[in-house]
């Protein structure tokens, strides 16, 4: 029996970055023993040398066992991938093409002593072992060292680093992921990810080389706040899709998942004091779906595991528009006290809360105050858009009250830019959605103390098409491809606002349109690296033709964790092999490296 050294391999993949000379010898039962019908692939080469085929064999599993090795020849020529071939594109590489490492079956992820390095220590494990089949058993150790190994160091000396930066060093010995905080080490050990073979995504083992590029990453992001928005109220969400999304932003160093609550068609989370809100308010969708709401429990699931992956959501409940659901529930908060039918259209801007009772504050203080008792993060967004029947100095009365309600629960306020005219209130950050980066209301605001999150309608948002001809999505702030994200500066777009003053970069998902975790993952890929690219990523650094080059790379690995994409045109995406991940008992059948 032969022995099998890697456990269960189901798929073999190849994504070589240069050519590679690859000759192998083919047989089967037809095949008189001892006469291999050689196939090169990938020549000019030396040929290897054919495996001895012995004559007792089944010719079905001599083929395959002659392939399996034919592939291992190929996989140890394979060069790693290029150690700048990340997204976002780092700060700073420096590649040693002598200090490759290929990560052994018996390699170990060592952790500093710190319960949250040992847990993305952990997390880096869980990443690790379904491609590679690998045990990858993680220690700590008071000075962690790479021995033929993963090292991952919290080092508080380490100050240039930030709150958010790390340092990773491939040499021979293995892997070293320095950082301040184990944010920084989770964002580390999301490059080291990408600088695997894309087979490293496959949720069952693959045969496949383990290689890293030699050299060193010095990473540290351009903005403190990097997003992106998804609205679970026009069509709700389960929680499982929610978390898959956080698992895409953690992929690319997004660190803010903002939940967009509240709107017309659904309220979407419990609220006790006034319980009919997610009852009534929360049965219904666009299109009339059966709507659906999220419970205490469910949101505190939603932002732990946001949590543990460095990533603090941003909870908005839209006011005072944008709030046909409430009324639904309760006709008290309407203008005139009648309950409206509910809604399950796409216009905008014709609800709103009654500005001037106090019980529609009374509502809005409880409603703020339990959201924030479940909410960790400092952030409560508070909406401000499109509520066109409140104007004036009604508007900006209301929107004051809110925001000394926000800051009465000590937390800070978000809004769309709309609240701009509002008197200031500490801290209060505006979100740009315009289109032209021409807002001299919000210039003023950001003269008075406003900071921005930069999201421009026709370059950051994901609900708009990519192209005439896809299939979901809106196209009133025209189409956005993947280009378009991409090419435009969060720091200087909005002219008469200082970069000093933009905190970051959002792409908001609105979800009219979007009914499947299908179709959210459609709109996110590939545009959300694009813009996460230009949250993290220095200036310096921006080069669309280097951005669609390292993107393409990205294709084969969402691929092979089976996540939907747009395979747009304007991308080089990869053609070589591409077998799919999951498990073929059919191929197994006959796999000889199969264990017991
Ligand atoms: C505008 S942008 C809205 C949303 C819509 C979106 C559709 C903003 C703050 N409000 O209510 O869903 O356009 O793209």
């Known amino acids: 029996m032969r022995t099998n050294t890697h456990p269960r391999p189901s798929v073999v993949r190849w994504m070589p970055r240069q050519p590679v000379n690859l000759t192998f010898a083919i047989t089967d039962a037809n095949t008189p023993p001892g006469v291999a019908a ?15 085929l012995s004559a007792e064999e089944p010719g079905a599993a001599t083929l395959a066992r002659t392939a399996e090795q034919a592939a291992r020849t190929v996989l140890a020529l394979a060069a790693p991938h290029r150690l700048a071939d990340v997204v976002p594109a780092p700060r700073q590489v420096q590649s040693n093409p002598t200090g490759d490492w290929t990560m052994p079956a018996e390699a170990v992820i060592v952790a500093s002593p710190d319960p949250a390095a040992l847990a993305v220590a952990e997390q ?25 190994g993963i090292a991952l160091v919290l080092d508080d000396t380490a100050a240039d680093l930030g709150a958010e930066g790390y340092r990773l060093d491939v040499t021979t010995n293995g892997v070293r992921v320095t950082a301040v905080t184990a944010a920084g080490l989770f964002h580390g050990v999301q490059t080291l990810r990408q600088l695997l073979p894309a087979t490293i995504e496959s949720p069952t083992p693959v045969t496949e080389r383990w290689a890293l590029p030699g050299g060193t990453i010095t990473d540290v992001p351009r903005f403190p706040y990097r997003g992106a928005m998804l609205d679970v109220a026009r069509h709700f969400f389960a929680v499982e899709d929610v978390l898959r999304v956080v698992d895409h932003l953690a992929r690319y160093k997004l660190n803010h998942l903002h939940l967009h609550l509240t709107d017309d068609q659904g309220w979407r989370i419990a609220v006790d004091s006034w319980p009919k809100l997610t009852t009534v308010g929360g049965a219904t969708a666009v299109g009339g779906g059966p709507g659906g709401f999220y419970t205490k429990a469910d949101y505190t699931r939603i932002v732990s595991y946001a949590a543990d992956r460095h990533i603090t959501v941003v909870p908005e409940i839209d006011l005072p528009g944008h709030t046909n659901s409430a009324l639904v529930a309760y006709p008290e908060l309407a203008p005139d006290k009648i309950a409206p039918q509910p809604y399950t259209g796409t216009e905008v801007g014709f609800s709103y809360v009654d500005p001037a009772d106090d019980r529609t504050y009374d509502f809005i203080a409880d409603v703020l105050g339990e959201l924030a008792a479940i909410t960790p993060g400092p952030w409560l967004h508070v909406g401000g858009d499109e509520a066109f029947k409140v104007k004036g100095e009604v508007y900006t009365g209301f929107v004051e009250r809110v925001q000394r309600i926000v800051a009465g629960l000590g937390k800070t306020v978000v809004g769309w830019h709309q609240l701009a005219p509002a008197a200031p209130v500490d801290g209060r950050v505006l979100q740009w959605w315009g289109t032209d980066g021409e807002d001299p209301t919000t210039v003023e605001a950001v003269r008075q103390g406003a900071r ?89 650094t921006h080069d669309w033709a280097g951005f669609r080059d390292r993107l393409a790379g990205h294709g084969p690995r969402w691929d092979a964790a089976g996540i939907t994409f747009h395979r747009a045109p304007e991308i080089p995406w990869p053609s070589g092999p591409t077998i799919p991940a999951q498990r073929d008992p059919a191929r197994e059948g006959v796999n000889p490296t199969q264990g017991p």
Not at 138 to 148: F, G, K, M
Not at 470 to 481: E, K, R, S, Y
């Open 38 to 52: 050689v196939s090169t692939a990938h020549s000019p080469g030396p040929a290897a040398t054919p495996a001895p």
């Open 124 to 148: 880096l494990a869980a990443l690790l072992r379904p491609a590679t089949g690998y045990p990858l058993p993680v220690t700590d150790a008071a000075t962690p060292a790479p021995v033929d």
């Open 452 to 540: 921005l999150i930069v999201s421009p309608g026709n370059h950051a948002y994901l609900d708009m098409k990519y192209a005439p001809d896809t299939p979901i999505g809106h196209d009133w702030a025209g189409l956005i491809d993947v280009r378009k994200a991409y090419d435009w500066d969060p720091g200087t777009h909005v002219a008469g606002v200082p970069s000093t003053a933009v905190i970051g970069v959002e792409a908001p998902l609105w979800t009219e349109s979007v009914t499947s975790l299908a179709d959210i993952e459609f709109l996110l890929l590939p545009r959300l690296p694009a813009i996460a690219e230009l949250g993290w990523s220095p200036r310096e």
